[in-house]
């Protein structure tokens, strides 16, 4: 299986803050990463999809990067909104696995 | 717009059975492979089965293999998992889930739209 190692678990920051998140997978899974976003009591909502593509509505201040086994996620500029949440997840291969998450709250 | 609603949870009994049903709209059902992916504090979010659009593809976790059942049926728009032997573990809510792109005879994994959830109880 797909091992994928997130990190920090949790962090805090201050709104307008520079937020980044890593997450490294056990083997090469080209660019089949996507990132999620989920508030309490919620499901987890698509942000990024092929490691780096935007889903449709959201803001631009999100971004991701990364291919084979590195990746980079980053909220440019936090709002009070993106108190969240956030996994990333392998849809490389079957068992499809995830991250164990990155708590992000207000410093 | 894309809705998934998830029922069918409940209190279990360890041994038990029971079936998790996801009513899908806003799209056309067939053409997307569904899965199952289940959520608990302790383990966080765990994939447990999808199947493609026409139903030939089926994969399952280990955990899963033997004891769950995904099927669908398109002319309902309805995803289904039928859960038995359920043992303490396998409490969590449970999210349908619906790949991204056109996946009639494949899964892609790569969720992009999600139910509410159901949750599962499973004790004596």
């Known amino acids: 299986d797909i091992q994928m190692t997130q990190s920090p678990s949790s962090l805090s920051a201050s709104i307008g803050d520079r937020v980044t998140i890593t997450c490294q997978a056990s083997q090469d899974i080209s660019d089949h990463l996507n990132w999620y976003q989920q508030k309490p009591g919620k499901a987890p909502k698509l942000l990024m999809y092929?490691?780096?593509k935007l889903d449709s509505g959201v803001p631009l201040r999100f971004s991701g990067t990364g291919s084979g086994t590195d990746f980079t996620f980053t909220i440019n500029s936090l709002q009070p909104e993106d108190i969240a949440t956030y996994f990333c997840?392998?849809?490389?291969?079957?068992?499809?696995?995830f991250g164990r998450g990155t708590k992000v709250d207000l410093k | 717009e894309v809705q998934l609603l998830e029922s069918g949870g409940g209190l279990a009994q360890p041994g038990g059975s029971l079936r998790l049903s996801c009513a899908a709209s806003g799209f056309t059902f067939s053409n997307y492979a569904m899965s199952w992916v289940r959520q608990t504090p302790g383990r966080g979010l765990e994939w447990v089965s999808s199947i493609s659009g026409n139903g030939a593809t089926i994969y399952y976790a280990d955990s899963v293999k033997g004891r769950f059942t995904i099927s669908r049926e398109n002319s309902k728009n309805t995803l289904y998992l039928q859960m038995n032997s359920l043992r303490a573990e396998d409490a969590a809510v449970y999210y349908c889930?619906?790949?991204?792109?056109?996946?009639?005879?494949?899964?892609?994994?790569?969720?992009?739209?999600w139910g509410l959830g159901t949750l599962l109880t499973v004790s004596s």
């Open positions: 889930a619906k790949d991204f792109g056109i996946t009639r005879i494949s899964v892609k994994g790569d969720f992009d739209s």
């Open positions: 092929d490691a780096s």
């Open positions: 997840h392998q849809c490389d291969s079957p068992p499809f696995t």
